[in-house]
């Protein structure tokens, strides 16, 4: 930050590139005006603070909503009088997301549009919404009805150490969609769709199991897990249920982008299938990885065609076909979970020329308590793919930016998901806008302790700054109490079925 003169330095996530200070300040009553100023990137705005006005100036609406997010933070530092100074910004990182898991347990809209407000004071542009997987499909579907009848009804809630047979039924609305697509374009966030493929799909096969490989009964879930019915990519019908079904979740959601998915797909069923033998043997495929970069590649195509830019996890270019112009979003990049392989997948497509959103597990995953992963972790998220010390110019280019997650297994409350999600959440906006830490972790919990009253204005209950970082004895606490999520055969299970991904 230039010029800072002897002033604070203001309390702004992310930090701007460029503040110059010009003495006096603003009185409470002064006007805000907007113009627009041809030329600017899509993000990039000036803002203006002088004793007759303050100008906010951009060339999209998208650089408005910046504008007014640094406004907005700069009258929680500063209330009524605010110093009059220049700001020039601009991201350094085109993608800034969070995302949301709302197939584990339905968040209702309200709370979404809280959240989602809450993340665009904080500059984040992309809203990455989980609304399907083994455990329920949210959304209700005009092509396939049975997918919120059937998929979005399940007999309990049996995760971790939590027991109920009460019986959940959710989805939510095309109409209730199309408002938070609007809600969310309004402030500038695009919301990216998932339909995680072509695992984690027992919603979808309870409604539809002639897609499995074998065709039986299928349950939604109740529990937390991996589970080995997955679609078969052998059977034509697939792909014709598929195309039908993302041309009608395409209605929906008018964005850029598509998450197909890809990952924790057990694929047991696929050796034994007939289907499946038959189609590697029509492609050439060595192996059920290259199977499944087949299978994800198809997915694709389809969704190129209609003009948008899919993503998929990291596990889809195991088999070493995967489209290099599908993004890949790291989450288990380096040692997994569970099986203790090393996975490079993330550095392998970045040197094919792909792209790539950084995600990675042991810093991104706010559904953790503080204890495994703290805030200071949070901002630790690195830029940098495993098995790489340093990025050329290019390379630097295709890493998109950041992505912090919240899965919900294990959260039934909203109080919860809050503080779990916030402040961890802000690490991810600041690193993507700025192109990595600017100034240190100190000086982001400094700004960060100063802009809390932004969470209370929002109706969001923050996580205190006493517990951004536990000391070892609540980290003990909090462990234990989270360990009680993964009984013994809870863990048995996820092992042996990890093996057969």
């Known amino acids: ?215 039986n009964p299928v349950d939604v879930q109740t529990r937390a897990g991996i589970f080995q019915d997955i679609l078969c990519p052998g059977k034509e019908e697939t792909f014709a249920f598929l195309e039908e079904l993302l041309s009608d979740l395409l209605e929906l959601f008018p964005g850029d982008y598509f998450h197909i998915g890809g990952d924790e797909a057990p694929k047991g069923q696929w050796e034994t299938c007939p289907h499946c033998r038959r189609r590697m043997e029509e492609e050439g495929l060595s192996d059920l990885w290259q199977l499944q970069g087949y299978f994800n590649n198809r997915v694709a195509a389809f969704l190129k065609a209609k003009g948008k830019t899919v993503i998929a996890w990291n596990e889809a270019a195991r088999g070493g076909n995967l489209d290099p112009d599908i993004i890949l979003q790291l989450w288990n990049d380096g040692k997994a979970p569970g099986s203790g392989e090393i996975h490079t997948t993330g550095m392998e497509h970045l040197k094919r020329g792909g792209r790539l959103i950084m995600s990675t597990m042991m810093n991104a995953y706010c559904d953790y308590p503080y204890a495994f992963i703290s805030l200071k972790k949070t901002y630790g998220l690195s830029l940098i793919p495993y098995g790489m010390e340093s990025l050329t110019a290019d390379e630097e280019n295709r890493v998109l930016g950041t992505e912090c997650l919240l899965w919900t297994e294990y959260i039934r409350d909203w109080e919860k998901l809050e503080r779990l999600a916030w402040p961890r959440f802000v690490s991810g906006a600041e690193l993507s806008w700025c192109g990595g830490a600017p100034d240190g972790y100190s000086d982001f919990k400094r700004r960060l302790t100063d802009l809390y009253p932004a969470f209370a204005a929002h109706g969001i209950g923050a996580e205190k700054p006493a517990g951004w970082d536990p000391g070892p004895v609540e980290s003990a606490r909090q462990l234990l109490e989270f360990k009680k999520n993964f009984p013994k055969d809870v863990l048995d299970d996820f092992k042996k079925n990890q093996k057969s991904i």
């Not at 041809?38 to 999209?60: H, Q």
């Not at 009460?166 to 339909?195: A, N, Q, S």
């Open 1 to 215: 930050m230039k010029n800072a003169n002897t002033l604070h330095i203001p309390a702004l996530i992310p930090r701007p590139k460029n503040i110059t200070f010009t003495g006096e300040t603003a009185p409470s009553n002064v006007v805000v005006t907007e113009q627009t100023v041809p030329g600017l990137a899509n993000e990039a705005y000036r803002l203006l603070v002088t004793p007759e006005k303050i100008l906010l100036m951009a060339a999209s609406p998208a650089g408005f909503a910046r504008a007014k997010s640094t406004l907005e933070q700069l009258r929680y530092s500063y209330g009524n009088q605010i110093p009059c100074m220049e700001i020039s910004d601009a991201p350094a990182k085109p993608y800034r997301s969070f995302h949301i898991d709302c197939a584990r347990h339905f968040i209702p809209m309200e709370e979404l549009k809280k959240m989602i407000a809450m993340a665009a004071v904080f500059k984040f542009n992309k809203f990455h919404w989980h609304f399907s997987d083994d455990q329920g499909w949210r959304i209700e579907s005009r092509a396939f009805p049975l997918l919120h009848e059937t998929g979005a009804r399940r007999g309990g809630d049996h995760f971790g150490s939590y027991v109920s047979d009460h019986e959940e039924w959710h989805y939510y609305t095309r109409d209730e969609v199309k408002d938070l697509v609007t809600f969310c374009e309004d402030l500038g966030i695009e919301i990216v769709p998932e339909v995680d493929l072509p695992g984690h799909v027992c919603a979808i096969l309870a409604a539809y199991p002639e897609l499995s490989c074998h065709g």
